[in-house]
């Protein structure tokens, strides 16, 4: 039976949390003089000298009633990657304990392993992008963390299919964190409806993609409330920003103008996807459930150098194993794939 609690690293069920001003008192009041502020304003027109709500409860309030997933259920970091980190903080032992990663995919679990100084595995997805589960159970030992997953997998741009994701739900004492950052493109379901299912499921999902916000900073975790109430033990306390929760209360209530871009990008993929595959030296578009394309090529790595020197930016994954002679190339506006089609175009 899976006990959240052996995952949970010793010092972090012992600490303390940090107690905030505005966790001891949150009544209401006229005068504030708890908190060590400035009370008499910012230098610039908008105010900012108050301190945000350390737990975001408009925002959860938002999210949940878009997602369908109770605000007790909900974590949300400084992007995904603070989510990420604090997930290594929370249940990984540095120079003891180990997780599993399914490459080629996101960068950060790597990354942030390393600066935990955690061990990582690796269990290369298959040919056509799907998980080993053989290699994975293989690799799974008493030490074993978390293994990430990330469906639609970033660089590949598929999804992962469900029942494989299950097995390894059903089959692991360990967290499995599915990184869900661009299920809003996917014609798949989320998991987000199965955490009262697995106690070790974690969904992230973000701000970042569909919703436009990258520059805003806000990733957000569905878990078991166990799992969400260690994130908030750990989680500096202040970590969204006054205006970044003010401009994502905006941007939530704009559900209708996200979904109608969605459809658009979704679109506007499939007729990139087509036009790319028209192409001279162009060997394979990858079916994509993301906002993204990964294309096989000829000479990948000069076409992405001769792209720059038009001023077009795309991801060279050339070098990265399964995706040889790879580009990843971002959905653009009309004009924008329009500029890139002219160009290899031209160039072919
Ligand atoms: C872009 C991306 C994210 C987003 O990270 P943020 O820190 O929320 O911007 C997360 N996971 C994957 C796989 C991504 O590609």
Redesign the pocket.
């Known amino acids: 039976m899976f006990d959240i609690n052996q995952l949970v690293r010793e010092n972090v069920k012992k600490l303390v949390p940090y107690s905030s001003a505005r966790d001891e008192f949150s009544g209401a009041a006229k005068v504030f003089l708890d908190a060590n502020e400035n009370s008499l304003g910012s230098p610039i027109p908008e105010q900012y000298n108050r301190y945000p709500d350390p737990h975001q409860v408009k925002i959860k309030e938002m999210i949940s009633s878009i997602k369908g997933v109770p605000a007790k259920n909900i974590f949300l970091g400084n ?4 989510c990420i980190d604090l997930l290594y903080r929370a249940f990984c032992n540095p120079g003891k304990d180990n997780v599993i990663i399914t490459p080629p ?2 960068g ?1 679990y790597e990354v942030s392993a390393h600066v935990n100084d955690i061990e990582v595995r690796r269990a290369s997805l298959t040919r056509d992008f799907q998980l080993d589960l053989e290699k994975i159970e293989e690799l799974v030992d008493g030490n074993t963390r978390i293994i990430w997953l ?1 469906s639609p ?2 660089p590949t741009g598929n999804a992962i299919h469900h029942e494989s994701i299950e097995m390894i739900l059903n089959n692991v004492d360990a967290l499995v964190v599915i ?1 869900e ?2 299920i809003n493109f996917s014609r798949h379901q989320s998991f987000i409806r199965e955490l009262t299912e697995y106690p070790n499921l974690v969904v ?1 999902q ?4 569909a919703w436009g916000l ?1 520059g805003l ?3 957000m975790a569905f878990a078991g409330e166990p799992v969400i109430e260690i994130l908030n033990r750990i989680k500096p306390p202040y970590n969204i920003s006054q205006p970044t929760q003010e401009l994502a209360i905006r941007a939530l209530r704009e559900t209708e103008k996200v979904n109608e871009e969605i459809r658009q990008i979704v679109k506007m993929r499939e007729a990139l996807a087509l036009a790319l595959s028209h192409l001279p030296g162009v060997q394979r578009v990858y079916p994509s459930d993301a906002n993204f394309l990964l294309i096989k090529m000829d000479r990948a790595r000069e076409v992405y150098e001769a792209l720059l020197t038009a001023g077009i930016v795309v991801r060279d994954r050339s070098r990265v194993a399964l995706c040889e002679d790879c580009l990843r190339i971002t959905v653009g506006t009309v004009e924008e794939n329009e500029a890139l089609l002219a160009f290899l175009n031209k160039r072919g």
């Open positions: 992007g995904s990657d603070e995919t996101y950060m990330c997998n970033n990184d950052a661009y992230l973000t701000l970042s993609k990258a900073r806000v990733g």
